[in-house]
T-cell receptor, first 115, second 113 residues
Framework: EAGVAQSPRYKIIEKRQSVAFWCNPI?????LYWYQQILGQGPKLLIQ????????DSQLPKDRFSAERLKGVDSTLKIQPAKLEDSAVYLC?????????????FGEGSWLTVV | QKEVEQDPGPLSVPEGAIVSLNCTYS??????FMWYRQYSRKGPELLMY????GNKEDGRFTAQVDKSSKYISLFIRDSQPSDSATYLC?????????????FGTGTQLKVEL
């Protein structure tokens, strides 16, 4: 079974520029998540989708971050304009609500450096 | 006060040692407790999950939950250099349709030859 796919793996941009990250979840997983992990910290949930609807975006900085999952499969997370403090790993994850424990599976992450 | 507290380490042990990793939490609504392992430059990988209080064993790994003390542990027996990674605890109230994990900061473990 293929895992969660993310691209690009690494990105360096200047502050005030924009960046977009793409995610393809595990096949059949209805729930998709974007987490932000700053160096030395645990991942923090930014947004959770159930199919193509938003379940939780309470910690998404909506003035600069946006995310969409138009067809209920893959998703894009955009940051515009980027700030220095956005330097982090952006982890996409997915889960199947019907599976035992509703286990969340993570991709390898997209590493963003804002200079 | 953070909802989940975890000692960041680093923790260095000799090969073959028993490792104990711990987290405390403050939210009594947490029901599912998970341990993730994260190698450098990789995403977190689920090791184990437990529901409510009790123990769960999987090979060299044992997860323990004490809800009365709001304390969870992960034990690694016969530790190997390949166990060197950051270990993240995560918790989930699993209310309604949500599945919102709250993570600890992670403990960096190094197992030395």
């Amino acid at each position: 079974e293929a895992g969660v796919a993310q691209s690009p793996r690494y990105k360096i941009i200047e502050k005030r520029q924009s960046v977009a990250f793409w995610c393809n979840p595990i096949s059949g997983h209805a729930t998709l998540y974007w987490y932000q992990q700053i160096l030395g910290q645990g991942p923090k949930l930014l947004i959770q989708f159930q199919n193509n609807g938003v379940v939780d975006d309470s910690q998404l900085p909506k003035d600069r971050f946006s995310a969409e999952r138009l067809k209920g499969v893959d998703s894009t997370l955009k940051i515009q304009p980027a700030k220095l403090e956005d330097s982090a790993v952006y982890l996409c994850a997915s889960s199947n609500p019907g599976a035992p424990g509703n286990t969340i599976y993570f991709g390898e992450g997209s590493w963003l450096t804002v200079v | 006060q953070k909802e989940v507290e975890q000692d960041p380490g680093p923790l260095s042990v000799p090969e073959g040692a028993i490792v104990s990793l711990n987290c405390t939490y403050s939210n009594s609504a947490f029901q599912y407790f998970m341990w993730y392992r994260q190698y450098s430059r990789k995403g977190p990988e689920l090791l184990m999950y437990t529901y409510s209080s009790g123990n769960k064993e999987d090979g060299r790994f044992t997860a323990q939950v004490d809800k009365s003390s709001k304390y969870i542990s992960l034990f690694i027996r016969d530790s190997q250099p390949s166990d060197s990674a950051t270990y993240l605890c995560a918790m989930n109230p699993l209310t309604g349709g949500g599945n919102k994990l709250t993570f600890g900061t992670g403990t960096q473990l190094k197992v030395e030859l």
